[in-house]
């Protein structure tokens, strides 16, 4: 059959021709494209209605329908040619792409039945499906058969045409678990929101029947985009004429595009010799056969559904190209970045230590601008608070002081009764005085990580300091008294000591665990952002591994060594002679205040000065030492908690952790990626398959995007 002439109407040639080459390039894996799709099952007629619209020959053979998809494009030339072609799937091999892409048939100038019958079996055989060889194993192929015929009779048109679904397997051919394969893979197609949907079905069959329709509606729920074609009107059955006629004239499921009916020639005509007209025949059938001659003429018949086809494509190109343009630029910054993320291609030693190396100074830049709260260098901190490591430690330091001001101490200090007019109040709570009700603390505020928990503290509950000091210390000082007048034994003080700041340590190492706990986490966040690639990241963390781990324990141990200092009280800070003496004072403050008589002509207190060297406390000698002993620990309490917090936030947090010269978030750096050895560098940042697939994948996306780009630019 010559396809000379086999299409004619209206288009604008340049906007198609765009759009077929990014099929051609697989653009449209990636961005929905303006097509159009005809659909159906293998029994609808789909492959007679293709052949009418078309022109061409297709196989009628069982063993040759449809089982790959088909791109057919017309286009105007001076020279009438017919190229065909396959397109690789995306999913192919290299080999394979480039097995099948050698495969052309060029330079036809015509194609009858015969000719494309022996072409649709070469093509089963070099995609190798079942039937063509005894070694083929699929009934199915991803790949694209194109088919290309110019002309200065043609206008542009290009439709996709896809398997036909089906409920029954051909025996060799197809197999059960085929069906719903075929189905995913026809979805698929109808899926993409810029495709006109040639929905094909048999006017004799119920149309509650029509699984194809099913699959339309649930990729078109509206009928925005859904055309549908009734074949065989021939066969309806005398009296069911008035329902398929109500879906004709969208009366009955009603679509946005319509429907329109076509008449395939019969089983008869395909069997005679010679080539009817079918398009004559057709002509005739429905200018004489009732109901069909009553309806409008474009909505019957091949030649008016060819013309409604590239109208339809003109208008959705024309509707869509500029948001393909769009999506296509985004797509192509999308897969940019994306291959951006792999790093450069790493199969030697020098490309892969240059691409840890970068990951390495990015690390570092990304660590100096968070300790230095420079937050608004990168925009990761932004994403992820958890890079936020200045505030992070920070604010942990400051719950740490409060913890330790608060809770720290075992039992309650003293409150000191002032006398204010005649009325005995309980002295305020000042800064330096710990509040009397509190809830039990949690030691720690973040969790342990999975690779450190036999590492942490894991410690969490500390209870709230206790009343009664004045008689746990009249406890501690009877059971240690000796022979001392207006004295106490010297022993005493560290043997209380050790009892009111027995919990630091456990608020000590809990703090200690949770920088180390935000330290890791940064680390583990920090190397998530810079680097994509799970294996590389997890290779990294196991060799960093061990000097991360020291650092931690550097910080544990400094902790415990501040801690076993702190255990023997020492200071020569004037700071506890000062709490020393406002002991005192607020004591015989108290003990003078009731003794004081306001005075109404000097408007003040007055104190009578033999009533000031008068001992009214009447304290003995052991209530004398236990109120002595209470100041002197209170006092050095001040002192040593606000010590020892700065020595643990400065010595053992800071300096082995966040901001020391050789701490945990510094491990990785350029000087350690040098010291490693070509092996181990093997191991981090060598491409594995599954690595060198996606950049290869990658790489020829972008490069088809960058092309597509170019293309779109008219």
């Given amino acids: 059959m010559d396809v000379t002439g086999a299409i004619q109407g209206l288009g604008e040639p340049r906007l198609l021709e765009t759009i077929d080459k990014l099929v051609e390039l697989h653009i449209g894996d990636t961005v929905a494209l303006p097509q159009l799709l005809v659909v159906g099952d293998q029994s609808s007629g789909k492959s007679s209605v293709l052949e009418g619209l078309t022109g061409l020959p297709f196989p009628r053979a069982s063993t040759l329908c449809t089982r790959f998809a088909t791109?057919?494009?017309?286009?105007?030339?001076?020279?009438?040619?017919?190229?065909?072609?396959?397109?690789?799937?995306?999913?192919?091999?290299?080999?394979?792409?480039?097995?099948?892409?050698?495969?052309?048939?060029?330079?036809?100038?015509?194609?009858?039945?015969?000719?494309?019958?022996?072409?649709?079996?070469?093509?089963?055989?070099?995609?190798?499906?079942?039937?063509?060889?005894?070694?083929?194993?699929?009934?199915?192929?991803?790949?694209?058969?194109?088919?290309?015929?110019?002309?200065?009779?043609?206008?542009?048109?290009?439709?996709?045409?896809?398997?036909?679904?089906?409920?029954?397997?051909?025996?060799?051919?197809?197999?059960?678990?085929?069906?719903?394969?075929?189905?995913?893979?026809?979805?698929?197609?109808?899926?993409?929101?810029?495709?006109?949907?040639?929905?094909?079905?048999?006017?004799?069959?119920?149309?509650?029947?029509?699984?194809?329709?099913?699959?339309?509606?649930?990729?078109?729920?509206?009928?925005?985009?859904?055309?549908?074609?009734?074949?065989?009107?021939?066969?309806?059955?005398?009296?069911?004429?008035?329902?398929?006629?109500d879906l004709l004239l969208g009366t009955a499921h009603k679509l946005n595009l319509g429907w329109s009916m076509v008449k395939n020639p019969g089983q008869e005509d395909l069997n005679r010799e010679d080539e009817i007209d079918r398009h004559s025949a057709e002509r005739a059938f429905f200018r004489t056969k009732a109901p069909w001659c009553t309806v409008d003429k474009d909505r019957v018949g091949t030649d008016s559904l060819r013309l409604r086809l590239v109208e339809l494509l003109t208008e959705i190109v024309r509707k869509e190209f500029n948001n393909v343009r769009m999506d296509v630029n985004q797509a192509l910054k999308t897969s940019e970045k994306k291959l951006e993320a792999l790093g450069p291609s790493r199969e030697t030693k020098e490309q892969q230590r240059r691409y840890l190396q970068t990951l390495a100074t990015r690390f570092q830049a990304m660590t100096a601008w968070a300790i230095e709260a420079q937050y608004s260098s990168d925009d990761a901190f932004d994403l992820n608070y958890g890079l936020r490591l200045a505030t992070e430690v920070v604010n942990r330091n400051q719950s740490f002081s409060d913890d330790v001001w608060h809770k720290g101490h075992s039992m309650t200090f003293k409150q000191t009764p002032i006398v204010k007019e005649e009325v005995i109040v309980e002295s305020p709570v000042s800064a330096d005085t710990p509040e009397p009700a509190m809830e039990p603390t949690n030691t720690r505020e973040t969790s342990n990580p999975p690779d450190l928990h036999d590492l942490l503290f894991s410690e969490r509950i500390h209870a709230i300091p206790q009343d009664g000091i004045i008689e746990w210390l009249h406890g501690v000082y009877n059971e240690s008294r000796g022979f001392e007048i207006g004295t106490f034994n010297a022993s005493l003080v560290p043997i209380m000591w050790k009892k009111q700041s027995s919990k630091w340590k456990n608020l000590a190492l809990g703090y200690t665990s949770d920088i180390i706990s935000i330290s890791h986490k940064y680390i583990h966040d920090l190397l998530e952002e810079i680097c994509e690639d799970d294996r590389?990241?997890?290779?990294?963390?196991?060799?960093?591994?061990?000097?991360?781990?020291?650092?931690?324990?550097?910080a544990i141990d400094q902790t415990k060594l501040i801690l076993q200092v702190e255990r023997s009280p020492l200071t020569v800070n004037h700071y506890f002679a000062d709490n020393m003496a406002k002991c005192n004072q607020e004591r015989m403050k108290g003990t003078l205040q009731p003794k004081a008589f306001y005075d109404n002509t000097y408007r003040c207190s007055?104190?009578?000065?033999?009533?000031?060297?008068?001992?009214?406390?009447?304290?003995?000698?052991?209530?004398?030492?236990?109120?002595?002993?209470?100041?002197?620990?209170?006092?050095?309490?001040?002192?040593?908690?606000?010590?020892?917090?700065?020595?643990?936030?400065?010595?053992?947090?800071?300096?082995?952790?966040?901001?020391?010269?050789?701490?945990?978030?510094?491990?990785?750096?350029?000087?350690?990626?040098?010291?490693?050895?070509?092996?181990?560098?093997?191991?981090?940042?060598?491409?594995?398959?599954?690595?060198?697939r996606k950049r290869a994948d990658l790489t020829r996306q972008v490069e088809n995007l960058q092309k597509a780009k170019e293309l779109l630019i008219l």
């Fill in 71 to 245: 791109q057919i494009i017309f286009r105007r030339t001076s020279i009438q040619t017919i190229d065909i072609s396959i397109i690789p799937s995306r999913d192919s091999s290299k080999e394979d792409a480039e097995r099948l892409t050698a495969w052309k048939k060029p330079g036809l100038t015509s194609l009858d039945r015969k000719t494309f019958a022996q072409i649709f079996e070469e093509v089963n055989e070099i995609m190798n499906l079942r039937g063509s060889s005894p070694s083929a194993q699929r009934s199915f192929s991803n790949d694209v058969l194109k088919i290309e015929v110019a002309g200065p009779d043609q206008q542009h048109l290009s439709v996709i045409d896809v398997p036909g679904i089906f409920r029954k397997v051909t025996p060799g051919i197809t197999f059960p678990e085929d069906i719903p394969n075929i189905k995913n893979m026809v979805q698929q197609y109808m899926e993409n929101p810029r495709s006109v949907i040639l929905a094909v079905i048999s006017a004799n069959v119920d149309i509650a029947n029509q699984e194809i329709l099913d699959m339309a509606e649930r990729c078109d729920p509206d009928g925005q985009r859904t055309l549908g074609v009734l074949t065989k009107p021939d066969l309806i059955d005398r009296g069911a004429e008035g329902s398929v006629l």
């Fill in 536 to 554: 590389i990241r997890k290779n990294l963390l196991a060799i960093m591994m061990d000097k991360l781990t020291e650092r931690y324990q550097r």
């Fill in 606 to 692: 007055l104190l009578k000065l033999s009533d000031v060297g008068a001992d009214s406390t009447n304290m003995s000698n052991v209530e004398h030492t236990v109120q002595t002993l209470h100041d002197i620990l209170k006092s050095y309490y001040k002192v040593a908690r606000k010590r020892f917090v700065d020595n643990v936030c400065m010595q053992a947090a800071d300096r082995h952790l966040i901001r020391g010269p050789d701490t945990a978030v510094k491990v990785f750096s350029p000087s350690f990626v040098s010291d490693l050895t070509d092996e181990q560098v093997e191991r981090i940042a060598g491409e594995d398959a599954s690595t060198k």
